[in-house]
């Protein structure tokens, strides 16, 4: 579904990605753990096309999005929920999901797609007209997601969903990112708890200083003594 190959990355002349391959299939749940400052954000952001100076491939469904501007990335099924929420904070929520169905997706109603979004997030419909700059974090959280499910997507990317939130709304927030994998949404999550990325995923890779490791089963991973001490908090 997704293929990256020999992608390199560059902030001015600093180089953030060596030399990246991945390869995600259809329905597949693929997580990329690694320490801050190891290139997670900056490869989601290339994959987007949201780093204007790269190389290497970056194919989606038989579609080369190198020269592609992200709107039209967004088209061919591929969405990103960025770290930070980066919502419309004085708009309602209802306007902040219907932002969310401007670009591709089935033609349909946006009252149908956002009936089918708040079946995920029963919380959100009780909010439609609160402004999202007052909504909690976890709600925020939530709203993000939501966002960008109503393009109807194909794959989505998650970048540190969990960031910033209370331990039982991280818990509720997994709960429905592994549901909407159920329903057959392929996902590629960036998530500094390690744990719980590897618990929710079906497949892994590491980065560490712009250098991807091979993709390796999740739960192997998990049960590595070397990533339990390099990742999952054990001295």
């Known amino acids: ?73 967004l088209e061919c099924g591929l969405a990103h929920v960025p770290q930070g929420r980066m919502l419309f904070p004085d708009m309602t929520v209802l306007d902040n999901l219907n932002l969310g169905a401007l670009r591709g997706g089935p033609n349909q109603s946006l009252q149908k797609k956002r009936e089918e979004v708040c079946n995920y997030f029963p919380i959100i419909a009780e909010r439609l007209r609160q402004k999202a700059g007052t909504l909690s974090g976890g709600e925020q959280q939530m709203l993000t997601i939501a966002r960008a499910l109503m393009v109807t997507p194909k794959l989505l990317m998650l970048d540190e969903p969990s960031s910033g939130l209370a331990p039982i709304v991280t818990q509720e927030v997994a709960r429905i990112v592994a549901k909407l994998n159920k329903g057959g949404i392929t996902l590629l999550l960036v998530e500094q708890n390690a744990r719980l990325a590897l618990e929710l995923a079906d497949s892994a890779y590491i980065l560490e200083n712009g250098i991807l490791s091979q993709k390796e089963p999740a739960a192997k991973l998990l049960n590595s003594d070397e990533v339990e001490k390099a990742y999952l908090g054990i001295a």
Request: charged residues 15%.
């Open 1 to 73: 579904m997704l293929k990256v190959k020999d992608l390199h990355a560059y902030y001015g002349h600093i180089r953030a990605l060596n030399g990246i391959s991945l390869d995600i299939q259809v329905d597949e749940f693929v997580t990329i753990i690694g320490n801050n400052g190891a290139g997670k954000t900056t490869l989601m952001m290339a994959i987007s096309g949201l780093v204007a100076k790269i190389s290497g491939t970056i194919e989606f469904q038989g579609v080369m999005l190198n020269k592609l501007p992200p709107y039209r990335i």
